[in-house]
Structure formats: structure tokens, C-alpha cells
């Protein structure tokens, strides 16, 4: 291992996790599985096409992985079993104005009392809105989830020019949570909810491109 991100768990204890270094010796990160047994095996590397900025991983409920990749605004679908890897939800290079992604930074799957396809839903953390994400056949959906009133955005609705992390999801109470800078949040999303700060520090320091803050 390399320098250890995000990870995600299947219904069979394997895990899967995003590992900052891949093995093709390019300096890319990669998919790594560990199984029960403790057997290590990298399903993508550096080859498969996405960034060095995989910020996100979620076990989709079934042979597919969902990963967020901010550098390429896109969404990829990796196999668990052979490690293809595919472009899920991608509109080209990054363009603030055009892309419905501006910079994903984290996924959870979810399953929402209100969906018919409970197992086929996520939260994306991307542009201080939570959206909510949703595979299919016809072509993938996201649409602004975080802050909709009669499902209208309204807004902003995470700390302005900070970006979201860690997504972890509470299905007993329908409660979605998430670090932003030194702080820990929560969404409540049944009934729809305003964000709540439930621990953290305010300290906290700008980046010059005016894109995240980090914690001190």
C-alpha cells in the first residue's frame, strides 16, 4: 500500500478501497479489494484512464463499484470481479458553466424510502451541493438533492468554498454524513432537512485557488 483513501464494503466483507499510488508505476492511483481472507488484489490502476484525484467509492449492491474522480468531473464503474473500467457518468474535461459535475468529491450509496430503485441510488459531494445520483439503463441521472424546496435547488447548501469528504450514510434514520474541513456534518434527508454541524473546529485555512479548506 501506498497512501490508503476512501473504502467501501460489500455484503461478503470483501473491501475495497482507493490506493494513491497504482501499480503500473506511473504515479497513479489505483482500486485495490481485499477479501476476507485478507488476500490483496488491484482491479484498476493507473491504465484505466481516471485521474490521480479519485476522491470517492461506493459498493453499488451488486458486481459494480462507483468511484468519483474530481480532476475529470466524471463518475467511473469499476467490476468487481474483473476490473473493468468504464466512464458511468462523464461529459468531457471540466467545465464550470456546461458540466453537471464541477469537481466530485466523494460518493455513498444510499436507499431512500421515497425510491423505487432503492439500490440504485447515491450521494455526490460536488460544487457545495449534495446530488443524488442514479444509474440506469436509460442514461444516468443527477440531479441537486441537498437544499430542494417543491424540487427546486435552492442553493448552496454546504459551507461556502468548501469542498465535502468521507460521505457516510445512517439508513435507520435516513441521515447522510460528511466531513467539510475540520468539522463533522449531517443531512437529514427524510423528511428533507437542513445541515447541522455536530463536531469540529472552525479553525481553518483557504487554498489559494479558492476550491477546499483545510483544516489546521
Known amino acids: ?21 497504482g ?6 492511483t489505483a482500486i485495490r479489494k481485499i477479501d476476507p481472507l485478507g488476500q490483496v488484489r488491484t482491479l484498476a490502476d493507473g491504465s484505466a484512464g481516471f485521474s490521480l484525484a479519485l476522491t470517492g467509492i461506493a459498493w453499488g ?27 458511468a457518468f462523464s ?18 450509496r444510499v436507499q431512500l424510502t421515497d425510491s423505487a430503485a432503492k439500490s440504485a441510488d447515491f450521494f ?22 441537498c437544499g430542494l424546496k417543491d424540487g427546486v435547488a435552492e442553493g448552496p447548501c454546504l459551507a461556502t468554498n468548501m469542498a465535502a469528504f468521507d460521505l457516510s450514510w445512517d439508513q435507520s434514520t435516513q441521515t447522510l454524513y460528511f466531513r467539510q474541513g475540520p468539522g463533522i456534518y449531517r443531512y437529514e ?3 428533507l432537512g437542513p445541515v447541522s454541524k455536530i463536531a469540529g473546529a472552525e479553525a481553518t485555512l483557504k487554498r489559494a485557488d479558492d476550491r477546499a479548506l483545510i483544516a489546521l
Open 189 to 191: 434527508v427524510s423528511p
Open 91 to 108: 461529459e468531457g474535461p471540466c467545465l464550470a458553466s456546461t458540466t453537471t459535475l464541477k469537481g466530485p468529491t466523494g460518493i455513498v
Open 124 to 145: 455526490v459531494a460536488d460544487d457545495q451541493v449534495i446530488k443524488r445520483y442514479r444509474p440506469g439503463a436509460s442514461g444516468p441521472q443527477i440531479t441537486a438533492q
Open 23 to 28: 501499480t503500473d508505476g506511473s504515479g497513479a
Open 1 to 21: 500500500f501506498h497512501q490508503l483513501g476512501p473504502i467501501t464494503v460489500d455484503d461478503d466483507g470483501n473491501r475495497y478501497f482507493i490506493d494513491g499510488l
Open 61 to 87: 449492491g451488486g458486481k459494480l463499484l462507483y468511484v468519483t474522480d474530481q480532476l475529470n468531473c466524471s463518475i467511473w464503474s469499476v467490476d468487481i470481479d474483473t476490473g473493468e473500467t468504464k466512464a
